[in-house]
């Protein structure tokens, strides 16, 4: 309106009367009426003007009126009374007698800031034609026709209309000629309100033009706005409600849902031995365990409005869509929450679509009203990566800060992220370092690649700044830090300083004690099926001494590669290189435990020699003929079963039916089976000798006549107690180690003697705990599982048979690997010195074609078997690939190597070894016991016997003292019923003799004895 007007007063002349302000509200007049009538005269077009008006009358008319000249200025209005009824008549119907004649009483004036009808435009002559450029548009359209109109009723209604002009042309009649405009002390200008539209309008031409040019970001989020607006406009709807009742399941499902997991394997000394994932790292923690530095600086760069938004921020989406802009395609605060990131990294579904932003948008929604904030929070610092093979807090400060979980042997497990305040070079809570680290890792799930700064110091440089972002961040919002206050610039520069000098390096996922370490796993992932194995995510202690690992790792290379003196061969080695022996395979357990306290698998994990055979672990593996090293299971039966190691067994050509008929002829291989001897030969055709002197120069047809005295099905029993389980082939040379086991499983059997005859199964886990600290197994090394195979009475006369060094030297001459002496000189002569140690050796054969073409037995296998009162230890030596030995014995290979792992786990340093003995194993770290003698339990006792069949003792007799249960002593009655007795193992049918041609003769029957009953 204009600002002059002055309802009351009398107007001016019109010479004086300035010119009419409407017209730069209303620009489209094409003439002035001359002579204006009076108002009860004057028709409804020409009283009421307005913006854009046009008289109604037909298009013709009005395009000839148009063409009309103009007129002079009409007469000055009525005076007082007349305005004020004008100006009344806007809100009150017009008296009828002062109503135009071309209006009834029922076409109402247009309301001042009202939209009139259509016919009610008409009827005063105002377009309907108004362009729809928009909301804003026409809003200003109609505050410019309602303007007009409470401007001609206000003061300048007995005023006649503008001249008409067309906007941005010259006007039809020169100006010099038109009166009003002549009389303008100013040039004509448009009004505010349509400058400020023209404004709006040429804003939204260049939106247009740079939503034309922008990236495809940008449309993506568009497109992602748009989506989330028509979802809320959905959200009040029978669709929007059924849609998220569809999309409940999916919440639950996704929250339920855990990602593949890390399992981290300790040794029992909580050192890491390895990390075990499939495509990524990926450890869980709860929410208590992160500090809240780390929560605040990963809300603060990811979603101010974590702890107030329902689960999505439109406004993020909007920051976002302008950061786009603003930072040349750089989005500095992502326009997704914590919980839709959730619901991202949980589905896995990343690509860009409206369809996923709006279905990601509803799931959000409802985990944000089925969980709290605090479990939406704990669940997205366990799923957000934060590098490409990361995934989860614990795993990056691990990779980034080598802040691993620490576990105490109670249970308890505090993992890295908790740390995170930790100085290590202090060794005292650090908050400003915590606010260094946590700041940097809240860079990291925008971009893990970008921000990963072990990857080089231009990636370290891209962190640094995305830290300055997040500090930025906690200063506005007004964050605080325990021990520091709040966050101001000024921390903030020196958390950037102290960034700045941080070194990373790459993680190294190496893989310590390997062998047993697979062992492991392959036997957890038996346990617990592969879905619960892959996605658990434990923590697993186990039995294992990493230090004790280590050495026997680096013995075994030792001793196969490296020159050492080889007694009986005269040389030096080395035995990969001069005798064929490239691989060997160690088990170390303690004796009362069953614990498996070092387990090497190969003699090189990482090699690629098929005699090697790297990764293969013949530790636990399909298992080898175990030779002579079977014959303690045979002789401790036979003592179960009344016999003791003074027994006279005849060493004599001895001939074994093995599945033939009666009659067979001994010359028929197939079907009578006869035991060589090792390193003897029969003298005159018969030896006697003792189970002891049999055992320890390991003689063969002793021990077929002990297995023959037992009987299958009892040793059998036995061995299997004794955890051979595998076994079921009982033919006739099984006596003598043609079973294969593997050095797992015999290190096991042999600890049945070193703990008086209970077995206790191999135990490679001590505790499983999931990574929220729950224990989820333990083994309870007070009461461990056992089997009763034999008494400790049996037990301990076999250990006194396998500790007689003395005995033993009958064999082996001069070298004392299977004995203490290096300890105890007195060990070389006595059998009950102050450091027992029960050993025995074992080798298997081969038949291959020598040189000549001549079939010639070689050795290939060799085993060393052998135990303390504390700790049982087994070592195989040999080639992975089957390949025979060159010119080896019994303890050529195995033994020495068995003899360091042995003494250093037993706290002896070896004295002829070259490697360094490790201080940091002690038999306390190993949860040995300190034991150095075998304990004679109860009703054992030396007993004499004489030396021609073992039985009581005569005069004139050559007498022998050893162990014997008492009650089960010979009486000496027995001698002259034994000088009498048939030998027991004679075989009772007959050899046939052989003709001297060379037909077939035909078999004699053998008249059998009848059954007495």
């Known amino acids: 309106m204009s600002s002059n007007w002055k309802p009351n007063s009398t107007p001016r002349r019109k010479e004086e009367r300035p010119a009419s302000k409407t017209g730069g509200l209303l620009s489209s007049y094409t003439k002035q009426q001359e002579d204006p009538p009076s108002l009860a005269k004057r028709s409804a077009s020409q009283q009421f003007v307005g913006p854009r008006a046009k008289p109604t009358v037909p298009l013709g008319q009005a395009v000839q009126e148009q063409s009309k000249p103009a007129s002079p200025l009409p007469a000055a209005p009525p005076s007082g009374p007349l305005l004020a009824g004008q100006f009344k008549a806007r809100t009150t119907p017009l008296p009828p007698s002062t109503l135009p004649a071309t209006m009834t009483k029922n076409q109402p004036l247009p309301q001042a800031g009202a939209a009139a009808s259509n016919s009610g435009r008409r009827s005063l002559g105002i377009s309907s034609r108004v362009k729809r450029q928009g909301v804003f548009v026409n809003t200003f359209n109609l505050v410019r026709q309602w303007s007009g109109k409470m401007a001609t009723l206000a003061g300048y209604l007995p005023q006649p209309p503008a001249p008409y002009m067309e906007r941005y042309q010259t ?51 568009t497109i992602a706005l748009i989506a989330l607006i028509v979802f809320v406009s959905l959200s009040g709807t029978a669709y929007g409600y059924i849609y998220y009742e569809s999309q409940l399941p999916r919440v639950q499902s996704l929250a339920d849902k855990t990602m593949s997991q890390s399992i981290r394997v300790y040794d029992r000394h909580n050192v890491l031995l390895y990390e075990h994932y499939t495509d990524h790292r990926n450890i869980s923690v709860s929410y208590n365990d992160i500090p809240p530095v780390m929560r605040d600086a990963m809300i603060a760069a990811e979603d101010p409005t974590f702890w107030d938004n329902t689960g999505i921020d439109p406004q993020g989406i909007l920051r976002a869509a302008v950061g786009l802009v603003s930072h040349s395609g750089t989005i500095q605060s992502g326009g997704s929450t914590i919980t839709q990131q959730v619901v991202k990294n949980l589905s896995q579904q990343t690509q860009d679509s409206a369809a996923r932003k709006l279905q990601e948008a509803v799931t ?19 799923v957000a990566p934060f590098d490409n093979a990361d995934y989860g807090i614990e795993v990056a400060v691990e990779t980034y800060f080598h802040l691993e979980t620490k576990c105490d042997t109670n249970g308890k497990c505090v993992p890295g992220i908790a740390q995170l305040n930790y100085n290590a070079e202090t060794q005292k809570d650090d908050p400003l370092l915590g606010l260094a680290r946590a700041s940097l890792l809240a860079c990291m799930p925008q971009n893990p690649t970008q921000y990963d700064p072990t990857k080089g110091e231009d990636y370290k440089q891209a962190a640094l700044g995305r830290q300055k972002y997040v500090l930025t961040q906690m200063v506005n919002n007004a964050m605080s830090v325990d021990g520091l206050g709040p966050v101001t610039p000024e921390i903030a520069q020196q ?34 099926g592969e879905n619960t194995f892959q996605a658990g995510g434990f923590n697993v202690r186990t039995t294992l001494d990493a230090n004790l690992e280590d050495y026997v790792e680096q013995a075994v290379k030792r001793h196969l590669t490296q020159p050492e003196y080889q007694p009986f061969i005269n040389d030096y080695g080395p035995l990969n290189t001069k005798h064929n022996v490239n691989d060997s395979a160690v088990v170390v357990i303690n004796a009362h435990t069953g614990e498996i306290l070092a387990m090497d698998g190969s003699a090189d994990y990482n090699s690629t020699d098929p005699r090697v055979g790297g990764y293969y672990n013949a530790a636990a593996g399909g298992g080898r003929p175990v030779g002579s090293t079977f014959k303690p299971f045979e002789y401790a039966s036979s003592f179960q079963m009344g016999w003791y190691p003074a027994m006279i067994l005849p060493d004599n050509k001895t001939y074994v039916p093995n599945g033939g008929p009666a009659g067979t002829s001994i010359n028929d291989t197939d079907h009578i089976y006869r035991p060589p001897d090792y390193g003897t030969a029969e003298v005159n055709g018969k030896m006697d000798t003792t189970i002891r002197w049999a055992t320890d120069v390991s003689w063969n047809i002793s021990a077929v006549k002990a297995a023959a005295f037992v009987g299958a099905d009892n040793l059998l029993r036995n061995v ?39 077995h206790i199964p191999p135990q490679g886990i001590l505790d499983v705990w999931d990574n929220y600290g729950r224990n989820l197994y333990h083994y309870d090394t007070t009461h461990p599982p056992t089997v009763l195979v034999f008494s ?41 010195c102050p450091y027992q140690v029960a050993a025995k050796t074992g080798t298997t054969d081969a038949t291959v074609k020598n040189a000549y073409g001549q079939n010639v037995d070689v050795v290939q296998d060799n085993w060393t078997m052998g135990y303390t009162p504390n700790v049982v230890v087994g070592v195989w030596s040999g080639n992975a690939n089957n390949a025979h030995l060159d010119n080896v014995i019994g303890v050529t290979g195995a033994a020495p190597i068995w003899h360091s792992a042995i003494a250093t786990a037993s706290g002896h340093c070896p004295a002829d070894d070259s490697l360094p003995c490790p201080t940091d194993v002690t038999p306390q770290s190993l949860g040995l016991e300190q034991q150095n003698t075998f304990p004679m339990p109860a009703d054992v006792s030396k007993y004499v016997t004489n030396m021609v069949n073992g039985l009581a003792s005569a005069p004139g007799w050559p007498v022998t003292s050893d162990y014997i249960i008492t ?14 007795m048939p030998n027991p193992f004679t075989p009772s049918v007959q050899p046939t003799p052989q003709p001297t041609s060379q037909a ?7 008249a059998l004895p009848t059954p007495t009953g």
């Open 792 to 832: 400790p009475q049996v037990a301990y006369l076999m250990t006194s048979v396998l500790i007689d060094q003395p005995t033993r030297a009958h064999e082996f001459l001069q070298d004392y690997v299977l004995s203490f002496a290096d300890v105890d000189a007195s060990c070389v002569y006595l059998p009950e």
């Open 364 to 382: 959000a929604i409802g985990m944000t009203q089925q969980y709290s904030k605090a479990k939406i929070l704990e669940m997205y610092f366990n």
């Open 1000 to 1006: 077939t003769p035909t078999p004699t029957p053998t």
């Open 720 to 758: 299997k107690r004794m955890g051979l389980t595998h076994i079921t082939d009982t033919h006739a040379s099984w006596a003598l180690g043609t079973n294969n086991a593997s050095v797992l499983e015999m290190t096991g059997a042999y600890q049945t003697f070193a703990d008086g005859g209970i």
């Open 967 to 980: 009650g089960m002593q010979p009486s000496s009655a027995g001698l002259a019923n034994a000088l009498t």
């Open 171 to 221: 006007p039809a009649t020169p100006m010099q000629d038109n009166p009003v405009l002549s009389r303008q002390s100013k040039p004509w200008k448009r009004s505010r309100t349509l400058r400020v539209t023209q404004q709006m309008k040429q804003r939204r031409n260049r939106s247009q033009q740079i939503g034309t040019s922008g990236s495809g970001l940008w449309k993506n989020l």
């Open 495 to 528: 958390v950037e300083d102290l960034a700045a000098k941080m070194t990373f390096m790459p993680s190294q996922n190496s893989k310590h004690a390997p062998h047993f370490v697979d062992w492991v796993l392959s036997q957890l992932q038996a346990s617990i």
